[in-house]
């Protein structure tokens, strides 16, 4: 996502290029020196409708930010099947080190998997390294801090590079009618039985809200219904691993299909019913509970996880060397940072892109792993208003545009959850990919196309 875009993301989780309305915020893909920005402030009503317009908003593009390239990992049709994610999270060569929620067989696409995938590759280091040696960690998300601030507590000497103006990576917020507006990581998912981001979140003192599911309006039963029968056909598959959910569809599928599938698949996991794997389905099932968003926001986590640990911003990596003595990273401009291990913690778009030149080159089965994993995408608009036209008691309101199904299909009531004017709406998939090079203006516009349709 661009963090120079005004918005943000999905049930998973998930930033923002600005232009509406004149205004810009900052995003992922901006320098280093430049600030982020309040929500942007938006026209009055339009003449004759009694939808109001909004007064701010702010709107994510998470597959044009060039450190993220995409909102979260998922699972594509590949003989590798879920052995990607162990493939990517294996060391190469004992100095060179992998983390991030795509390397997560735990609970993948998830704050969760990272934060645990991060502790898993400080593990891998401790595993040969001295104390008192010398490791950089490229990345400060949650991966990325939580590798870091293990190996501080172990003893080593840990230089974090970070190539944003700011720490977090795909957990963002920013601020809209007062309330957080998460433009990354939205829930804590599965958040009872043993979950590290759950014990960040009681150790910082931190509140948590339920959110339900199950409390929605404007769901389309009949095409649920249409759904179910392909569902069941998911289970008979005999090779669940190269085989895509989009295989067991129709070729030419309903509206109806269309939006359920939408619903069911695309909004969960970023990606197309084509693009997803069926043994996606099975991944990070082991968690139990609800889940919860965070009133005080995520970024009170980041805060607490980051402690005193130094973080160098706007360090954008462009290169990892290594041989069996030490690990040499190089930044843009040229400088050199030599260490005895590195962790690389990037999210799977930027691995997929190729951003950092690996010397030697990634081996064969590392490469596989990072082919056979796909790039999600997810976007959100926040959208703030004068006062509540829509249901105030349901937790989520679902749309089905049946010239467009799955276009602005699901957004979340802000009002009940923090008991502000707010909406939160979502686009994932080829929608997300379609609307990520829009104006401003024209995603506002779209969200409130969808809303007046909605409720007029």
Known sequence: MTEGQRAKMSRRSFLAVSGAAGAVVAGAGCDASQKESPPARTHARARGSRIPDPVSFLRTSWSTDPFALC??????????????????????????????????????????????????????????????????VIGAGFAGLGCARALVEAGMQVSVLEGRGRV???????????VPAEMGASWIHSWRGGNPVTRLLRQSGGRSLPFDYDSVVGEDEAALDELKPYNEKLDGVDDPDTTSIGDVLPAHPSAALRWAANETYTQEYAAEPGQL?????????????????????????????????????????????????????????????????????????????????????????KQEAIDALGAGLMDKLWLEFDEVFWDRDASSLAWFDHDHPGLWAYWVNGHKAFGKPVLLGFNAGAYAHELAHHTDEQIVAGGMNALRAMYS
């Open 168 to 178: 977090g990576g795909r957990v963002w917020t920013e601020r809209i009618a007062g």
């Open 71 to 136: 909102s979260y990992s998922y699972l594509a049709p590949s003989p590798l099947g879920v052995d990607a994610r162990t493939r990517l999270a294996a060391s190469v060569g004992g100095r060179l080190h992998f983390a991030g929620e795509a390397t997560s067989s735990l609970a993948p696409a998830s704050t969760t998997g990272a934060l645990d995938s991060g502790r898993r590759a400080a593990r891998a280091v401790l595993a040969s390294a001295r104390p008192g040696q010398r490791i950089t």
């Open 277 to 365: 794997a069926i043994s996606a389905l099975d991944e990070g099932t082991g968690g139990r509970g609800g889940d919860v968003l965070l009133p005080d926001g995520y970024e009170a986590l980041v805060k607490y996880l980051q402690g005193d640990l130094r973080v160098r911003t706007g360090a954008t990596v462009t290169a990892v060397s290594h041989n069996a003595q030490r690990t040499v990273v190089t930044l843009k401009g040229g400088e050199k940072i030599a260490a005895d291990h590195c962790v690389v913690t990037v999210p799977i778009g930027v691995l997929k892109a190729g951003r950092i030149a690996f010397d030697p080159a990634l081996p064969e089965d």
